[in-house]
Structure formats: structure tokens, C-alpha cells
């Protein structure tokens, strides 16, 4: 039946043109529409009323494909009239997504639904009358402020059948009936309560530059996220959109069940060939964090199926990183523990003629119309001679590979299973010469450690199919793929090739220089694990894929250093300030706090002499208008000392460059003119290497040869890094690597590990970027 026909067909039920429009454009609900009026348009002799319409339209709208065969049974009940409201509909459709093998038991079936039960206006009104009494007291004192909503509820548990327009009615009557009709006091506006300001909490901010708004699903923590995640309850896959049940399936997930106890089950599964990434925080949170907030486990399992690429110090810096985030793996396994198991496996799918050895080369494979294979259709016995002799090292490297018969949702036919590579693995060394692949080895290891949610990010789901074809090919049980959309930072790179390009070319020093965005390299700069933390909860749990401007993630990062790093005074350009008249005869010593806001949290000592150092941004030789702090003609007060300054006399060298000022102060006590600004000092300082970051390429998206013609090695920024000599308060003298301070009025920095016992090394993670006009 074409569109227009359709149109008219589902006008015919009572849908409206727009909307009949809308659902014939649906392959796949029109179709489901079309089977409903075919089956109530035989038993009805009439015309199908509106009523039954719209069930039927619901019925098409929200079953799922697992129970699709039903339909039949579904629309002949709502045109018999047995299922007459979306309440027993949705009930029904339950039931049977939970019973989805086998014949239907008609009696549970309908018990399920309801069917028979009728709920008259009489019982409806009988239980309305025991709520009105029950919260009888709280009706009459807050009258038409109080809340039905929950009186709707349990009229509705109590009586499940119950037409809820006639509850809301009646519930609305008797209100009426104990109150009276509303008076002005009911009517006028509720007084305004006063709101209890919540704590500080890390949030994102927004940017103009990110493909979506932020998810509506998002949340402050981690764990507050994953609470309101809706996935499915461990042993309910078969309730889930695309997943494919057959006769074993049921037996399989009670199995599963037996042996987890229930128990959420997540796995991480990164490559051991690079440094994780920002990205990877997103992935490692979400599996993490999920498993943590349903009582659940997690698995770190080392993708470790590519030989050539893979290296120790990834293996130890990805374990190191998730712990840095706060997540301890129930297991670390590793997908080479079940090499042998996936080669058996490899053979039986031979046997069931579902794999073959295949001698294309790669090039002939890419793309996605490639010449299908002439080996497609090879005899069982002969391709499992030729996988024994690929695993016997009879083959040349690419001159054979086992590929699979199923084709993927992007199109790709026949994907790898196996192929031939003559390195030696870090752990089973010279045992193999043939590897499995990620679309082979991805879905097995997952069924192998009962992974209850196989999570993913959205790239992986035109591999759902394959992955579901996989285990179920093999009669295993079959986990659940759930995908989710990637996180992209801008004005970086998280290929690994390319932070290997940068590295090799000396643009960045390590894989943990500051200006990249991988998680050492965040660590290194200084942001906190719980801010990265708070970052991906911000970013919610949604499919499309986000890109986002690293402004984003700094503020976050500056909320929680806001809270946890202390107050130190660093001046990084200093200027030498004589005080001519240092009202104290030696140096002195002033308690300053650690959290100003919060002087109870600590304090640190600081020593005030007369020279001190201040910053050479916080003297103007030249008056400029809005400019508010040390000039000729205007004081300035310094931070914690109780003094204010006044300009008496400048020194410089012989270039003309100054190099000293000297001043007269006053106390604060005692000034008649409150100064209009406060600046930092330090006095008799030690002094520290600060390296000062900035974004390391000049675009947004230094990839993309539109933005960036030249490619991204043409985009670096030449002031990325930038290194001062800074005068500091010795109070920070025995920091230690990682250790996080607020310099005050410049910035947050944290310990560098290049630190040494003689001299510290401070990062700048992220700057305070004040006004420069302003104190």
C-alpha cells in the first residue's frame, strides 16, 4: 500500500491528517499500524471506533520487535473490547515482552491486563472517601495547596483497573465538597519560602561551541548521573530494542543469572597501544560509575589483541588512571586470557558455515562495495584446514584471514575474525601467530565475564548487529550493547598517532605534557580527578556526540580547586619595593589564612620586611584611565598587611627599565582614603620556576583541513608555554608533587614532577583571569 493510501487508512482509525502523515513516513510503525487494522477490520463489521484507534495506533506505536508476532492477539483484544484503555494495553504488553518464547498463557495473560475486571464508579467513590478522611486534618489546614497527586496514586494502587478520569473527578468533587468553593485566600499567590542555598557544586558552563545543549539527564556527581540512567535490570535483556531471542535465550539468561546472583556487571576495555584521554574519562566514569550506583561490579579487561602496537607502560598508566579517578576494578583481565577458548569458537563457526578462510588482501576488502569474496562458499572441511594451517604459521602475513558471514548495519560485508601477525605477544609470546579481531573478540570476552551492560560509545553501534549475531551464532549468552555519545574537547588532539607525531617532532615533551588532553597530561597540569569526575556528569548520559570548549571543563576544574586549594602568595613577574618608612624595626610575621572565606580551615605564616616584591603588572609608571592600582598619583593597599602604599620614587638601569620602587606607607588604621585596590606581595621569597599553559593549537578543530589547510602540526600556537621565575611565599617550601594552591589573584598551579628538593616547579592549571583594572 503506497503513502497516500496509507494516509487514508489511518485517517480512517481516527488519526488526524498531520499525524497519519507523520506515521506513514515510519516504515516500520506504519507497517505495525497497517497489520492491527488488518486483523480488527476482520473482526469488526463496522467501521473501527475512535477508541479502538487510538489502541490500536498505541499498540503499533510502543510494541517492540521481540514481540511483533503478537500484534494479532493485542488488537484482536482491544477490538473484542477486552483491552480498553492504554492502562491495560501497556499491562499486556509487559507481560508478554517478559514471556517472549512460546505459546501464550491465555489465563496469566489476561490476568496480567486485567481483563474482566471492572472497577464501577461506586468503589471508585468509596476509596476516595477513606483518603479525604485518612489526610482529612492536612486537607482543611491547607486546603487547595495541598497535593492531590498522591491521593490519585493510591486510589490507583489500590483500585489498578480504575478509570483515572473518573478518579481525578471524583477525588476533585469531594475536595470540593469538604472545603467549599475556593475563597481570594485560596486564590492569591503561596508566600514565597526562602531558598536554603545549596553547596557549591563544579558545574559546566555553557559554550557556543558545542554541537547540543547539555543533557537534560545530567547531574553534579557521578553517582546522582547513573541513578537516573534507565537500563535494563540484569536478566531482562530480552526487553531491550534490537536484541535477538531464539530458543535458547531464556535458559541462557537464567543461567546467567545463577551464576552473577543478579549482580550489574560493566566492563572497561581500552587498547594498550596510548595514554587514555579526556574521552576515555567519559567511558571510564559511565561504566565505572553505573556499576557503582546499582551495587555492581566493573572489569578492567586490556583489549590486548593488536601485538605490534602494544607496550608495558600503557598496560601500568591505564590501570594508573583509573585508580587516580577513584575507581578500583573487581578483576583486570585481559582479552588474551581467552585466546584458546576464541579459537575454539573460531572453529565451530566454520563448522556451522558461518566462517570461512578467505585470501582477499585488505585493500580489496576496504570501503563499503567491495568485491564480495570468491571464497565465500568454500567447503567447511577446507577452510578449517587452512585456519589450522593460518594457526600453524603456513601462511604468509595478509596472505589469509578468517572472516565471518554477516554483514553490519553500515554495510561492511563479511568482517575479519582472524588474521596473521608474526610478533611475539607480551604475554603469550611466540604461542600465536593469528590474532582475533575487535568485531570478533569484543562480544565473546563480554559473554565470557557475564558483562551484563556492554556500554560503548555511538561509533560501535553499527556493530550491535554483529555483536548480538555473534553470541547467539554460538549459542552463548548475550550481554547487552548500550551506546552512548563521545566526548570531543576542543583545541586538541586525542589521536594517538598524531600526540606520537607531536612528541616525535618535539611540539610537546611526553605524553603528559600540560597542553595535551590526556589524563596524565590533566593530572600533570593539576586538575583534580574529582572535577573530571563531576565533568562527565555534567555532560550527561546521551547519544549525541558532544564537543566541547576546553573553557568548559576549566571551570569546572576552578569550582573544585575553589574549595580545596589553598591560598598562597606567588608574585611571578616580581618588582622590588622599598618601604622607606617600615613601621616595624625588623621582619615580621603575619597569620594569614589558608581560605580566606573560611579562616577556621587553617592558616600559614608569611613574613613582612621592608623590601618586599610586588607584581610588575600592578605598577603603572604612566596614569591610565580605569587603571586601579600602584601609579604616581594613587595608593595602593597590600594584601593581609594592614598597610597602604604611596609612590615616592622610581629607579631603573641604564636601559630605562625599572628595577625598584620606593615607597612610604601608612597603616590601614589610620588612612582617611580607602585605597581601591589590595594587591599581593611577598617578602624575603624563594624563588620558583612557574610554567605558564595556554591552548597548544589556534583553532577549534585543528584536524579539520577546512578550519586548518595546512593540518594540525601547521596550527600550533608559539606561546602554548611559557616559563617565569617567580618570587614566592616560603610558607609553600615543602610541597609536594601534585600539591594545589590558589596563587591569590593569578591563578590555580599545582607541584610539577620535575620538582626537585632545591627547586620547585609549579603548573599553571587554570588562571583566576581577573579584570586586569581591578585588585
Not at 461506586?122 to 476516595?128: G, L, S, Y
Not at 549459542?475 to 563521545?486: A, T
Amino acid at each position: 500500500m503506497e503513502g497516500p493510501d496509507l494516509v487514508k487508512l489511518f485517517v480512517g482509525i481516527g488519526l488526524s491528517e498531520i499525524k497519519a502523515k507523520e506515521t506513514a513516513k515510519n516504515t516500520n510503525v506504519s507497517a505495525n499500524l497497517k497489520t492491527c487494522i488488518d486483523v480488527a477490520s476482520g473482526l469488526s463489521s463496522g467501521e473501527i471506533s475512535k477508541n479502538h484507534g487510538m489502541l490500536l495506533y498505541h499498540i503499533a506505536t510502543k510494541v517492540k520487535p521481540q514481540i511483533s508476532a503478537q500484534l494479532p492477539l493485542l488488537s484482536r483484544y482491544v477490538v473484542e473490547g477486552k483491552i480498553d484503555s492504554e492502562l491495560r494495553l501497556t499491562a499486556a504488553m509487559e507481560y508478554l515482552i517478559s514471556n517472549p518464547l512460546g505459546d501464550v498463557d491465555i489465563k496469566a495473560f489476561e490476568e496480567s491486563c486485567g481483563v474482566g475486571i471492572v472497577v464501577t464508579p461506586e468503589q471508585i467513590e468509596q476509596e476516595v472517601e477513606k483518603l479525604i478522611k485518612k489526610y482529612h486534618s492536612e486537607l482543611v489546614e491547607k486546603r487547595y495547596r495541598f497535593n492531590v497527586g498522591p491521593l490519585m496514586s493510591e486510589v490507583r494502587n489500590n483500585l489498578k483497573w480504575g478509570d483515572g478520569k473518573v478518579i481525578k473527578s471524583e477525588i476533585e468533587l469531594q475536595v470540593l465538597s469538604l472545603l467549599g468553593p475556593k475563597t481570594e485566600a485560596d486564590l492569591a499567590p503561596p508566600p514565597k519560602i526562602e531558598k536554603v542555598a545549596k553547596p557549591k557544586v563544579a558545574k559546566p558552563v555553557s559554550s557556543n561551541k558545542e554541537t547540543i545543549e547539555q543533557d537534560s539527564d545530567s547531574a553534579s556527581t557521578i553517582t546522582e548521573l547513573m541513578k537516573k540512567v534507565q537500563f535494563h535490570k540484569p536478566g531482562e535483556n530480552f526487553k531491550t530494542d534490537g536484541y535477538v531471542i531464539h530458543e535458547k535465550t531464556m535458559d541462557l539468561l537464567k543461567q546467567h543469572l545463577k551464576t552473577t546472583g543478579g549482580q550489574v556487571r560493566t566492563r572497561f576495555p581500552p587498547e594498550p597501544n596510548g595514554i587514555l584521554h579526556i574521552g576515555h574519562a567519559k567511558a571510564i566514569n559511565i561504566n565505572f560509575g553505573y556499576a557503582a550506583a546499582n551495587d555492581g561490579v566493573c572489569f578492567l579487561r586490556y583489549d590486548d589483541t593488536n601485538p605490534e602496537k602494544e607496550e608495558e607502560k600503557f598496560f601500568i598508566g591505564i590501570k594508573d588512571m583509573v585508580e587516580w579517578l577513584g575507581y578500583k576494578p573487581y578483576q583486570i583481565t585481559h582479552s588474551s586470557d581467552n585466546f584458546g577458548q576464541l579459537y575454539e569458537w573460531a572453529k565451530l563457526l566454520i563448522k556451522k558455515g558461518l566462517a570461512y578462510v578467505c585470501h582477499q588482501k585488505a585493500e580489496e576488502m576496504k570501503g563499503f562495495n567491495p568485491v564480495p569474496s570468491p571464497w565465500r562458499e568454500r567447503p567447511i572441511e577446507e577452510s578449517l584446514q587452512l585456519f589450522e594451517d593460518m594457526k600453524n604459521g603456513m601462511f604468509d602475513e595478509g596472505a589469509a584471514t578468517l572472516r565471518m558471514k554477516v554483514t553490519l548495519e553500515e554495510g561492511k560485508l563479511d568482517p575479519v575474525a582472524y588474521r596473521i601477525k608474526y610478533v611475539a605477544h607480551h604475554r603469550t609470546g611466540d604461542q600465536w601467530c593469528i590474532y582475533p579481531t575487535y568485531d570478533y573478540t569484543h562480544c565473546l570476552c563480554d559473554s565470557i565475564e557475564n558483562i551484563t551492560h556492554s556500554l560503548c560509545t555511538k561509533e560501535f553501534q553499527s556493530r550491535r548487529s554483529s555483536y548480538y549475531w555473534l553470541c547467539n551464532a554460538l549459542d552463548i549468552y548475550c550481554p547487552v550493547q548500550w551506546e552512548y555519545g563521545r566526548l570531543n574537547v576542543y583545541y586538541t588532539v586525542v589521536s594517538k598517532r598524531k600526540i606520537a607525531k607531536l612528541i616525535t617532532e618535539k611540539i610537546v615533551h611526553d605524553w603528559d605534557d600540560p597542553r595535551l588532553f590526556t589524563l596524565t597530561a590533566l593530572r600533570r597540569r593539576g586538575f583534580p580527578a574529582e572535577a573530571i569526575n563531576n565533568f562527565c556528569a555534567g555532560m550527561g548520559v546521551t547519544g549525541a556526540q558532544m564537543g566541547v570548549d576546553p573553557q568548559k571543563l576549566e571551570a569546572v576544574v576552578k569550582d573544585t580547586l575553589d574549595l580545596t586549594a589553598p591560598r598562597s602568595m606567588v608574585v611571578l613577574v616580581p618588582l622590588k619595593v622599598t618601604i622607606l618608612n617600615f613601621p616595624f624595626d625588623g621582619p615580621t610575621t603575619i597569620d594569614v589564612p589558608d581560605f580566606p572565606k573560611e579562616v577556621q580551615r587553617g592558616s600559614h605564616s608569611v613574613t613582612l620586611d621592608r623590601v618586599i616584591y610586588i607584581d610588575r603588572s600592578d605598577f603603572r609608571e604612566v596614569e591610565e584611565k580605569g587603571y586601579r592600582r600602584l601609579t604616581k598619583g594613587q595608593a595602593v593597599g597590600l594584601r593581609y598587611a594592614g598597610l597602604i602604599i604611596s609612590l615616592k620614587d622610581v629607579k631603573k638601569d641604564a636601559n630605562g627599565q625599572v628595577v625598584e620602587l620606593e615607597v612610604m606607607c601608612t597603616t590601614s588604621a589610620t588612612c582617611t582614603e580607602k585605597p581601591k585596590a589590595y594587591i599581593h606581595w611577598v617578602s624575603n621569597p624563594m624563588f620558583v620556576e612557574v610554567r605558564l599553559y595556554e591552548r597548544l593549537f589556534q583553532h577549534s578543530n585543528p584536524e579539520d583541513i577546512n578550519e586548518v589547510p595546512g593540518g594540525f602540526l601547521s596550527d600550533i600556537n608559539p606561546h602554548s608555554l611559557s616559563v617565569v621565575e617567580a618570587a614566592a611565599d616560603k610558607s609553600i617550601s615543602g610541597s609536594k608533587v601534585y600539591d594545589k594552591f590558589q596563587f591569590e589573584r593569578v591563578g590555580y598551579f599545582s607541584v610539577d614532577p620535575d620538582s626537585t628538593k632545591d627547586k620547585l616547579i609549579f603548573n599553571r592549571t587554570v588562571s583566576l583571569k581577573e579584570d586586569a583594572g581591578k585588585s
